[in-house]
Each structure stands twice: as C-alpha cells, then as structure tokens.
C-alpha cells in the first residue's frame, strides 16, 4: 500500500510503471462515487504491457480518508492535481468512470496543458432535474438508518453488472461498505452537474466517450448528450455492458483506450479548421432538429386545453367546455396563475392565495383545491392535465389561451425590426384591449400583472401617436392619446398635448 500525505488525509495510491521500457504515455485511472480503485483491476493488466499507469482511491472511498474539509468536486480536483504534481507525470491521460468523470472534467478544464486524452465511462454530465432528484431520494431511502453505503450498495450490485459473479460482486460490495453516507450524498448530486457542464465547454483535448449498451442506470443516450457540449468529442457504445463497461468489457474497453489514445497522440492525425467546423455545424442542426421532431411527436399526442379569459372565463378541453366547479376551492384562480407562469411550486401557491396562513395549514388547503381541479379537468379528459409533483405544479397540455396570445403578439411587436411591421401589431395590440384583461381575479399577482399589461397599453399607445403626429395624421395621434389617458392617473400632461394636436387638426 502506498499513501500520500495531503490536508487532513493520506491518499491511497498505486503506481504501476509499464512492461514496456519504452513507454512514456501515463493513464491515470478515477473510480466512481462509492467504489474504489480495485474497479479497473480487469483493464489494467491489458494496458501496463504499453501504458504507465496510476489509480488511487478519492476521498472517503477505499482507503483514502474522508477527511475534515469539505468534500467538493473542485477539492477532489485538487487532490488529483496534487497527486499528478507529486508522481512528477508532466502530461497524462485521465479515464473516470461515473462521478470520476465530473473530477476527471474539472482537472481538464484547468489544465489544458498538461492533459494529452480524457477517457469519460458512463458519465452523464446532464441528468433530468425532476427525474434525478427522485433518484437520489430513493437511494437515501435505501441508506436510511445505515452508516455506510452497504445497504444499498447490495440493491444496486446487479444493475451495475451485466455478467455479475460472486467474486465481481463481493469486490463491489466491499467498496461499498467503506463508504458512509454523507460522503456519499455530498458526492452524489445534480449541483456538481451544472458545473461540469460549463467545464465540458473549456476542454479542448480529444475526449473519448464509452457507454455501456445495457446499462439501466445511465443508458446511452444520457452519456451521449456530451456531444452537445463539446465538439472535440466521440462516443462509443460498448456492446453487452452495463455501467461498470471496463469490468464487464475490459478487453474492448482496453483496446478502445488504446485505439484513441494511439490515434489522438500521432503527429500526422490533426484535424483541420474545416473538419472542426464541419462536426460543430453538424452536431448543432443534427440536436435542433432532432428536439423538434421531438416536441412535435409530444404535442401531437397531449390532449388541447383552451383557456380563455379576457372576453369571459371559458376553458375547453379538445373542444369540450367545462362549465362547473369553477367558483369554488380556487379553482379559477390556480388554474389562470398556472397558465400565464407555466408551472409552480406549492410554497409559491401557498404564498399567493393564502398569504395570512401558516405553511401546514395552507398546504392542506393546497392539497384539496390541487384535487378538486384536477376532478374538473378529469370531466373532460382521461389524460392527466395537471401534474402534481412532490414539491411542482404544472399543466401537461397543449395550451390555447387568449392572454397568452396577446403577452406573445405584444413581445412580437417589441421584436420587430420594421416601423411599419411594428406599427401594424401595436394597433392589433390595441384593438383587442379590453377593460379588465383578468375578470374575477383579485389577488396581488394578478393586479399587478393587470397593471404591467395595461402599462405595456400606455407605452403602445404613445408611441403610435408620435408616428401618426409626425405624419400629420393628427386625428390618429388625438384616438391613441386618448387612450393613454384611459390607464395614466396623472393626466395633465397629456391633456396639454391634446389641447395642441387639437388646435392642429382644426387650424
């Protein structure tokens, strides 16, 4: 056992110099969250015949302590700066495995200089928000009441295999125990993923991209999306492999390593400007095009709610009106407040429509009105409208709504690079105007968004009436000032400029 001393830990490490006296390439091997370094003893015999290598384990896992500091992604970098600083390797080439990966991305990032490849197994540097905080509440579920990550570790044991045997899974299982649960959920988290995101887009070195082709836990197209975010990219699935690829595949997974390492470390394999550009211009219509057929597909198949409000409270569902229930348990009033912000948390609802009542109290009231919508909506569709998450709200349609129309033809109109296109629409704007744009809805939000929609009223009715004084047109400027007094409580300076364009359009 090797150990290096850093802070308030001593890091295990092994450094295996190669069977060839030759070599001067180094791989440097980052496990995973909760295993440890023995998760790469399959591949490792395959590569040291032309490779260096090195693998440790990170902090709080194997036999590297946890430490006293905090555990972060960006001190887990340190560690692994400090670890490639101290074996004295000039350049290397990282391959990380799951978490490994995010540590693997940050060093990459930072180190431009000194990085040759960067191997990424099972790695999704973009999760599901909703999705990935259901996964992890599960998982806590599972290690509730435990020390360590033992528990759960055995749960998980045969979907990180796709060919597991006793000696595979004891191994995994040992890794495990070593590894309590907070340093496991520091580690396991979707706020270190925003991050790596952004890093991703700095690494300018090859990156080599393997996902298991059966694996349930990260399937390929969550390690695939890397592509959107860096162009320097290529991923290959790893035929009958699940997460763990290198234990599963490790000769293909060697001889993949080996093939990219040895194609992106020849001098007379460069890419050029042309053919950069060429796979960045690819990748981005390829992914927009792709998310398009996708959303279609979506609408296509959500039922068409109709909300209708500026003329009259109507709500249809694939053109069947729903006449009842409105009045009570605010039905009308949650239903409108999700239309116009698209979705909500409960404490948001709560806050607005009861505002002077303690937080348990409100969510009960929260919970029954949430119940009774979803019952009015249920009259008209077997689909399900409104989604109710654990802590978000939302409406799972294809929305219509007439307010909705007029906010987009009012940002259109902002938009617009033409005097005369942006003319047209403002008078459009105006036209559909009418004298309370929210009837029945007296809660601040809704007054005060009634009060941004008829300033936005103001300033495109002064507007139109200086592009009508300036054509002369002064009976049009007098019609749009006109209405501009309608919604402005100090009046006396419109006035004066009525009494003017008046006596214009009279001498």
Known sequence: MTFLNRESIEIHYENIKSEDPQAKETLVFIHGVGLDMNCWNEVIPLLKSNYHIVRYDLRGHGRTGAGKEERTIARLADDLEYLITMLDIPSCHLIAQGLGGVIAIEYAARNPEELKTLGLLAVPVHFPKE??????????????????????????????????????????????????????????????LDQAKMNLQRVTVPILVLSGSDDEIFPPQLNSAILNFNYHARCYLVPHASYLIQMDQPKITADWINGFIQKHTNEEYKTSALADSYHRELTSEMYKEIRHMLN??????????????????????????????????????ILMYLVIQQSSTRDELCDLFWPDVDLKNARNRLRVALHHLNTILHIASTKQLLVTE?????????????????????????QSKTIAGKVDLYKRIINERVENPLPGLYETWFLNYRSWLEKEWVDISLFLADYYEQLKQYKQAIYYLEIAMEYIQDEYTIEKRLRQLKNQLYT
Do not use: C
Request: net charge positive; hydrophobic share 40%.
């Open 131 to 192: 999705l990935g905080k259901k996964v992890i509440e599960r998982r806590k579920a599972l290690a509730k009441g435990h020390a360590t990550m033992a528990e759960m570790g055995q749960k998980y044991l045969k979907e990180l295999l796709l060919f597991p045997n006793e000696e595979k899974q004891q191994l995994l299982a040992e890794a495990y125990k070593v590894v309590s649960t907070r340093v496991y959920f520091e580690l396991f988290s979707l706020d270190h």
């Open 296 to 333: 279609s597909e979506v609408e296509r198949s959500l039922p068409t709610l109709q909300v209708h409000i500026m003329r009259g409270f109507n709500v249809y569902v694939n053109d069947k009106r729903i006449i009842e229930g409105w009045g009570s348990r605010k039905a009308k009033q």
């Open 390 to 414: 654990r802590e978000h709200i939302y409406l799972q349609a294809n929305m219509e709504s007439d307010l909705l129309l007029h906010v987009k033809t009012i940002h259109l109109a902002h």
